[in-house]
């Protein structure tokens, strides 16, 4: 069976308080409406540290070193057209202040509260990591 294979990195922004940053996917786009890490799809011959340093720029207009990003765990969730790998890093420091620079709504989420926020599939098994991290 040959699967399209997608990979995303996604990022576990964590702020002085412990609180970790999610994003709304916007309406219009493929599960508008839930919340998600931030992050993006990692382009062929790019490296998901990489993707990462230049969605979060792109997304949050923050900067982030590669030294600051820490992996923490990964999912696999298999969607009807195509098969997601996403590994999860944890980052605590960056430069520049969190703001949506694509029309998304951001929210600071205490980590007992992240199950509070519908998520895509793919995401929901990665709170119970982030909660054993952070607690």
Same mark, same amino acid.
């Given at each position: 069976?040959?699967?399209?294979?997608?990979?995303?990195?996604?990022? $576990?922004?964590?702020?002085?308080?412990?609180?970790?940053?999610? $994003?709304?996917?916007?309406?219009?786009?493929?599960?508008?409406?839930?919340?998600?890490?931030?992050?993006?799809?990692?382009?062929?011959?790019?490296?998901?540290?990489? +993707?990462?340093?230049?969605?979060?720029?792109?997304?949050?207009?923050?900067?982030?070193?590669?030294?600051?990003? $820490?992996?923490?765990?990964?999912?696999?969730?298999? %969607?009807?057209?195509?098969?997601?790998?996403?590994?999860? %890093?944890? +980052?605590?420091?960056?430069?520049?202040?969190?703001?949506?620079?694509?029309?998304?709504?951001?929210?600071?989420?205490? @980590?007992?509260?992240?199950?509070? %926020?519908?998520?895509?599939?793919?995401?929901? @098994?990665?709170?119970?990591?982030?909660?054993?991290?952070?607690?």
């Amino acid at each position: 069976m040959n699967v399209n294979l997608v990979l995303v990195a996604a990022c $576990a922004l964590i702020d002085a308080d412990g609180r970790v940053l999610l $994003a709304q996917r916007p309406q219009g786009r493929p599960l508008a409406g839930l919340w998600e890490f931030p992050g993006g799809k990692v382009e062929p011959g790019e490296r998901p540290e990489t +993707c990462l340093i230049r969605e979060l720029e792109e997304e949050l207009g923050i900067v982030v070193n590669q030294e600051c990003l $820490a992996p923490l765990t990964f999912a696999s969730h298999t %969607y009807p057209d195509f098969h997601l790998l996403m590994p999860l %890093y944890v +980052c605590r420091r960056w430069h520049g202040t969190v703001e949506a620079k694509e029309a998304q709504r951001l929210k600071w989420v205490r @980590p007992d509260e992240l199950r509070n %926020y519908p998520m895509p599939p793919a995401d929901e @098994p990665l709170i119970s990591h982030l909660t054993a991290l952070l607690s």
